[in-house]
């Protein structure tokens, strides 16, 4: 199992793996499909969607002759799961330091 979301992170590092799963953020796709447009090959899209695959992300199935593949839900709540805690502690820390710095600041007495 990823730690923190890591393993479907470094899927969505690339570029064109980002391009696909927007794409399939519109429903179900084939390989070709996909590949028509994007500016990369059919087994170049074929090799992402095993990485995003294998990371979790992606999902497929056989539809007669070829296969559709489609978002995984649980793989994405993973990484969304995995971004609101980091945004949770950077708020929190943001949180502490501005009271720390609000407790340190001098008062009008100290200044003058």
Do not use: C
């Amino acid at each position: 199992m990823a730690t923190y979301g890591s393993d479907q992170l470094a899927a969505l590092a690339d570029p064109s793996r980002r391009a696909i799963v927007e794409a399939l953020r519109a429903g179900p796709r084939a390989v070709g499909e996909l590949a028509a447009d994007l500016p990369i090959s059919r087994p170049a899209v074929s090799q992402h969607l095993k990485v995003l695959k294998e990371a979790g992300l992606v999902a497929d199935r056989a539809e007669g002759t070829k296969r559709l593949y489609r978002l995984e839900p649980n793989g994405i709540a993973a990484v969304r799961a995995y971004l609101d805690r980091m945004w949770s502690d950077a708020l929190r820390s943001f949180a502490e330091y501005a009271e720390y710095a609000e407790s340190t600041e001098p008062t009008e007495e100290e200044q003058s």
